[in-house]
């Protein structure tokens, strides 16, 4: 099981990877929305927000009620950012719960 500390590190590598997408791409699919992860394993709960600026104000704590709600375990969510687990993959398998609409879906998809 990964720590609090290690899940944190990876959303902070995902905002990087985000950041590093073209600008006008981010700008093209993405519209403001909140973001929060709940890590079941460690039943803790990351906010954060998605928009032009890519992934921003990461924070620890909070409500389970972002515009875009992901559920993972730390292992899992670890896995995600190093590269070593496809989003895709790990969607169609249950191990990557996203509850947002389809156009929010949509636009994600175009990012990763």
């Known amino acids: 099981m ?3 500390g290690e899940c944190e590190a990876a959303l902070r590598d995902l905002a990087s990877l985000l ?3 073209d600008a006008e791409l981010r700008e093209q699919h993405v519209v403001d929305r909140t973001i929060s992860c709940w890590v079941s394993d460690l039943k803790e709960c990351f906010t954060a927000r998605l928009g032009p600026d890519g992934l921003t104000g990461i924070e620890r ?3 389970h009620d972002g515009q875009v709600r992901l559920k993972v375990s730390s ?10 687990l496809s989003f895709p993959v ?8 996203v509850d947002a609409s389809i156009s929010d879906l949509l636009r994600l998809r175009s990012l990763l």
Not at 75 to 84: F, Q, W
Not at 90 to 97: E, L
């Open 2 to 4: 990964a720590s609090v």
């Open 19 to 21: 950041h590093k997408v």
């Open 61 to 63: 704590g909070g409500q």
């Open 75 to 84: 292992d899992d969510l670890v896995a995600l950012t190093r590269g070593e």
């Open 90 to 97: 790990a969607w169609a398998t249950g191990r990557v719960k």
